[in-house]
């Protein structure tokens, strides 16, 4: 057959400044990027395998997971293909069809959906209303108490961490608290604070942890981080009685390539950059700060801000493309000209974003941005 050349190319990270939250705990440092190359053919890590991913010396496998279980402090560690693999895993190992679980109302929809492949039902945890949504553990409790109350056993409770939609980030110290006093094994969704912000599983008392190295971790990907306490790896890493090498709920080896070669050589930096999360929620709250100065912008969900996704209400912007001819184009237009990116097209009553990893004069050129956007249209 014929077929076109995919002579496909970026430069949207290059040549912009992007907010997509999706994409800016994603980016490669430099030593990722090396290894994204010399990786880059399929099965590339497999040269010096003797049939245990998570053993192979070189490149150094297994101890890039015994670092990894430090950072996170965790007995045992896997990678996956991403948090939703992780989450999918869990729910499978552990839980039978037609199971119950809890999860609270931030929840993603892989979290939805990977209980869905797993054949469970789904109890979930009210959030609390607009503005805030938050996660509130004591409304968790009722809730995990109720449903232990109702149908018996109760297989695993899930908590989101940081959501995707409002930046939130929610106690798990005391969800780690309330599972073990219930007796739920606990499941902590980090995909969006795991390589962002201190992830102390055990110190937690958190059974499963799992991670997104392409959402947080400046991994290439696909690829995530499962993460357990050592009293659950006699079920999720059980091996085939064939194949005696091989753990049956990893389906052999999991992330084998360039998704673990870019997340072992950003190890050193994701742990660098953790240790700086105080002064980026220092600068995500100054960015709030400076875009609430406009009038018609203002942040929802919890406040100050936590993390660096943030959401706003934008009523200023909605009444802007009102009157404007390019209509709900004219923000993602009017930003793009600027070099600013990620803000999706035609949307203007409310958004989300992210400045992470950006430097402080970035971030005030985008409220800058923002300011001389509204003060065109607004006098
Ligand atoms: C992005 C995201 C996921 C999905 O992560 P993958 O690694 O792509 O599976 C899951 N949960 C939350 C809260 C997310 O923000």
Not at 3 to 11: A, E, K, L
Not at 143 to 160: P, S
Not at 165 to 182: H, M, R, T, V, W
Not at 261 to 273: K, Q
Request: charged content about 25%; overall charge negative; glycine content about 8%.
């Amino acid at each position: 057959m014929e077929c076109q050349n995919y002579n496909i190319t970026r430069d949207v990270e290059r040549e912009n400044l992007n907010l997509n939250p999706l994409q800016r705990g994603g980016i490669l440092p430099k030593e990722a990027r090396e290894a994204l190359y010399d990786f880059g053919d399929g099965y590339s890590v497999c040269d010096y395998c003797a049939g245990r991913l998570d053993e192979i010396a070189k490149p150094s496998i297994g101890g890039f997971l015994e670092d990894l279980a430090k950072f996170l402090n965790v007995d045992d560690v896997r990678t996956t293909h991403g948090a939703r693999e992780g989450k999918f895993a869990v729910m499978h190992g552990i839980c039978n069809p037609g199971d119950v679980i809890v999860v609270d109302g931030n929840a993603h929809y892989t979290t939805h959906l990977a209980a869905e492949r797993a054949g469970l039902e789904i109890i979930e945890v009210p959030s609390s209303d607009y503005p805030e949504f938050r996660t509130d553990m004591e409304i968790y409790q009722k809730a995990l108490e109720n449903a232990i109350d109702e149908y018996g056993e109760i297989k695993l409770a899930v908590l989101t961490h940081v959501d995707g939609n409002y930046g939130n980030l929610s106690d798990a110290n005391e969800f780690g608290k309330i599972c073990s006093k219930l007796g739920v094994p606990s499941l902590l969704n980090c995909a969006y604070s795991m390589g962002r912000l201190p992830i102390d599983s055990n110190g937690w008392n958190i059974d499963f942890v799992v991670g997104s190295g392409h959402k947080s971790m400046a991994a290439s990907g696909p690829i995530g981080v499962l993460g357990m306490k050592h009293e659950w790896a006699d079920t999720m890493l059980k091996r085939s009685p064939r194949h005696v090498k091989k753990e049956i709920e990893m389906l052999g080896c999991t992330s084998r390539g360039a998704p673990i070669a870019t997340l072992m050589a950003s190890l050193p930096h994701v742990i660098e950059r953790v240790n700086k999360w105080d002064e980026e929620v220092k600068l995500s709250r100054e960015f709030v700060a400076n875009l609430e100065e406009i009038d018609g912008i203002t942040q929802i969900g919890i406040k100050p801000t936590n993390h660096d996704l943030v959401r706003f209400d934008t009523p200023i912007l909605h009444e802007i493309s009102k009157i404007h001819p390019r209509k709900g184009f004219f923000l993602y237009e009017e930003l793009k000209t600027r070099k600013i990116v990620g803000i999706k097209r035609g949307q203007t009553e409310w958004f989300k974003c992210s400045t992470y990893g950006m430097s402080k004069s970035q971030r005030n050129y985008i409220t800058d941005s923002f300011k001389e956007i509204v003060g065109k249209f607004i006098k």
